[in-house]
């Protein structure tokens, strides 16, 4: 049953005609003694929805719990659960792709989407396969990056326009400065660096990551980063 807010926001959601809004969403993740070291590890993630003249679309779902938090971003830039047109994955990793069958029973209209590498070992939701995205390809104003790596489906997206670009975890940052995730979890680093390098070619003027906030001048403390490993 639709909530109020949702009612509301469907009479105040208007397509943006000028660069996108974005909300993020940030949900914590819990990894238990032994994946990462001997000691319990804490840590943040975050998905996106992302509104402009091409819809709504809803980058990664975090884990299983996270659609409360998503539905109070879609009212927040004055949109429902069936404004999402598009639901994109920027990997198949469960912190990213976990809260996938919880969200697409609430956005039942949207696509699903990832990397055409990953999109194989993401679980189906109501018997549809995840539809698979390759180098060049476009959701909505989104344009689509194969990034691997981390995953060898990685993508990250670019909203040209806008100078946006949705990094996933090629990197991230901690208390404003930008890191590299744990190698545990990365299948091919030197390629993730490769990647990486690409898209800090592209010169975006802002660059959001999956685990971490923004950060001032993200090429230059990225080129750092790269410089230092």
């Given amino acids: 049953m639709s909530s109020p807010d949702d009612a509301l926001a469907v009479l105040r959601y208007r397509p943006r005609m000028q660069g996108p809004t974005v909300e993020p969403v940030v949900t914590q993740v819990q990894v238990p003694p032994g994946m990462l070291g001997p000691d319990p590890v804490s840590f943040e993630v975050r998905c996106f929805v992302v509104a402009d003249a091409g819809g709504v679309v809803l980058v990664d779902t975090c884990t299983p719990g996270s659609t409360e938090a998503i539905g109070k971003a879609l009212v927040s ?3 429902a659960w069936s404004d999402v047109s598009d639901i994109v994955l920027t990997h198949r990793h469960f912190d990213h792709a976990g809260g996938l069958a919880e969200t697409r029973q609430q956005a039942s209209g949207a696509t699903i989407w990832a990397g055409a590498q990953d999109a194989p070992e993401i ?15 476009r959701v909505g104003e989104l344009r689509v990056l194969h990034t691997p790596g981390h995953t060898a489906g990685h993508i990250s997206l670019l909203h040209e326009a806008a100078s946006l670009l949705f ?4 990197v991230g940052s901690m208390d404003g400065v930008v890191v590299f995730g744990p190698s545990a979890f990365t299948a091919d680093p030197e390629l993730s660096r490769r990647s990486l390098r690409r898209m800090v070619g592209l010169a975006p003027d802002r660059i959001l ?21």
């Avoid at 679980?123 to 390809?137: F, K, N, S």
């Avoid at 990094?167 to 090629?170: A, R, T, V, Y």
């Avoid at 685990?211 to 490993?229: C, F, M, R, W, Y």
Wanted: glycine share 16%.
């Fill in 77 to 79: 830039v004055g949109a």
């Fill in 123 to 137: 679980p189906t939701v109501d018997g549809r396969a995840v539809r698979q995205l390759a180098e060049g390809d």
């Fill in 167 to 170: 990094i996933g975890d090629l």
């Fill in 209 to 229: 990551f999956s685990h971490g906030g923004e950060v001032s001048h993200p090429g230059t403390a990225i080129v750092d980063l790269l410089s230092q490993s």
